[in-house]
């Protein structure tokens, strides 16, 4: 049951509006007209709800299902108890996302510029923006329509932040070029200095930072994350990017689309991701390296080397899944003897 007092609920639906949404088809005709209120999950759904049923490993708790309705699979369907509408849907999973847009919305602050907040008379404020208590936002700021801008947080003197996005409580933005459709959650440091330093009569000298970061559309930063800027060329994220929490992304990375970096992960200055890379938490990469479109990284592994599209590598060294598996088998036969 989703609690209102965080979410919007955009009102009841008919079993058969629910089965439209989900693209999903109704095998009970006569339940058509059954009325939905809410959303919830397989064990704790009941009378007027729906929930969804997708795994397999859970097909003998299907008997027990008490919602009104249940999208899952025509594998699954012949689990789910008897009394309960069943929507035959491909992908259970995208059927739900659609459900939730349908019937539930995030509660929005209202547009307008909080009194304690402090705006630079050089920045730029698009249309239908929220700008909360106590943000700060610098001279020749370009902030585009309808972006929220949470309490606390800081958008350095140059920033561009494209419409729609939203920079939660407590993040720093600067030295960054920022699309549209962008989510910074709370406690992001995008900008930062890289970490550079050369070492002169034993004395660790800083070096300048001279670069930017270049964010595309749709890109999610995850809380506490530190996306740091270039030295001298650009850090950049690519369009569809996820950065998950607690995660550090150096100076001169260069990610292309549709990244997924799970949280904790750390990659070291000027890797090159292609499209989709995929890299599990905890993981950990050198420098200079290149990692091809596709590939996925195993949780926390080590990478030191490149790594071809589509590999599958885990393990430090990260190897090859196969051999990474071999490993495991010689040291476990070989430590019984």
Same mark, same amino acid.
């Given at each position: 049951?989703?609690?209102?007092?965080?979410?919007?609920?955009?009102?009841?639906?008919?079993?058969?509006?629910?089965?439209?949404?989900?693209?999903?088809?109704?095998?009970?005709?006569?339940?058509?007209?059954?009325?939905?209120?809410?959303?919830?999950?397989?064990?704790?759904?009941?009378?007027?709800?729906?929930?969804?049923?997708?795994?397999?490993?859970?097909?003998?708790?299907?008997?027990?299902?008490?919602?009104?309705?249940?999208?899952?699979?025509?594998?699954?369907?012949?689990?789910?108890?008897?009394?309960?509408?069943?929507?035959?849907?491909?992908?259970?999973?995208?059927?739900?996302?659609?459900?939730?847009?349908?019937?539930?919305?995030?509660?929005?602050?209202?547009?307008?510029?909080?009194?304690?907040?402090?705006?630079?008379?050089?920045?730029?404020? =698009?249309?239908?923006?929220? +700008?909360?208590?106590?943000? !700060? %936002? #610098?001279? /020749?700021?370009?902030? $585009?329509?309808?972006?929220? &801008? =949470?309490?606390?947080?800081? +958008?350095?003197?140059?920033? !561009? %932040? #494209?419409? /729609?996005?939203?920079? $939660?409580?407590?993040?720093? &933005?600067?030295?960054?070029?920022?699309?549209?459709?962008?989510?910074?959650?709370?406690?992001?440091?995008?900008?930062?200095?890289?970490?550079?330093?050369?070492?002169?009569?034993?004395?660790?000298?800083?070096?300048?930072?001279?670069?930017?970061?270049?964010?595309?559309?749709?890109?999610?930063?995850?809380?506490?994350?530190?996306?740091?800027?270039?030295?001298?060329?650009?850090?950049?994220?690519?369009?569809?990017?996820?950065?998950?929490?607690?995660?550090?992304?150096?100076?001169?990375?260069?990610?292309?689309?549709?990244?997924?970096?799970?949280?904790?992960?750390?990659?070291?200055?000027?890797?090159?991701?292609?499209?989709?890379?995929?890299?599990?938490?905890?993981?950990?990469?050198?420098?200079?390296?290149?990692?091809?479109?596709?590939?996925?990284?195993?949780?926390?592994?080590?990478?030191?080397?490149?790594?071809?599209?589509?590999?599958?590598?885990?393990?430090?060294?990260?190897?090859?899944?196969?051999?990474?598996?071999?490993?495991?088998?010689?040291?476990?036969?070989?430590?019984?003897?």
């Amino acid at each position: 049951m989703v609690d209102t007092r965080f979410f919007i609920h955009k009102g009841k639906l008919t079993v058969a509006k629910v089965a439209e949404i989900c693209g999903a088809e109704l095998q009970t005709s006569d339940k058509a007209d059954e009325v939905i209120n809410d959303i919830n999950t397989m064990f704790a759904a009941d009378k007027g709800e729906v929930c969804f049923f997708y795994d397999r490993k859970k097909k003998a708790q299907g008997a027990e299902i008490k919602a009104t309705a249940c999208v899952t699979t025509a594998d699954l369907a012949q689990f789910v108890a008897s009394g309960v509408a069943i929507l035959i849907a491909d992908d259970p999973k995208l059927a739900a996302l659609k459900l939730n847009e349908a019937m539930y919305a995030e509660k929005r602050p209202a547009a307008g510029i909080a009194k304690t907040a402090v705006i630079d008379p050089a920045a730029e404020i =698009g249309e239908g923006c929220s +700008i909360a208590d106590y943000a !700060v %936002i #610098g001279a /020749n700021v370009k902030i $585009g329509k309808n972006t929220i &801008v =949470g309490p606390f947080a800081v +958008i350095m003197e140059g920033c !561009v %932040i #494209g419409d /729609n996005c939203r920079l $939660g409580a407590h993040c720093y &933005v600067s030295y960054t070029i920022m699309g549209n459709n962008c989510y910074i959650y709370n406690g992001a440091r995008l900008g930062q200095d890289g970490f550079g330093f050369q070492t002169i009569n034993g004395v660790h000298k800083r070096i300048p930072q001279l670069g930017r970061v270049i964010m595309g559309n749709d890109i999610e930063i995850g809380s506490c994350s530190c996306v740091d800027r270039g030295a001298l060329g650009d850090t950049i994220i690519g369009d569809g990017c996820r950065i998950d929490n607690l995660s550090q992304v150096a100076h001169n990375d260069k990610m292309g689309r549709g990244c997924i970096i799970v949280a904790q992960t750390g990659i070291a200055g000027s890797c090159t991701f292609g499209d989709y890379v995929v890299c599990g938490g905890q993981s950990g990469f050198a420098d200079h390296l290149n990692v091809g479109s596709g590939a996925q990284v195993g949780a926390q592994s080590g990478v030191m080397r490149d790594i071809e599209p589509g590999t599958v590598v885990i393990g430090t060294p990260a190897v090859p899944f196969k051999d990474y598996m071999r490993q495991v088998s010689f040291l476990q036969k070989n430590s019984k003897k």
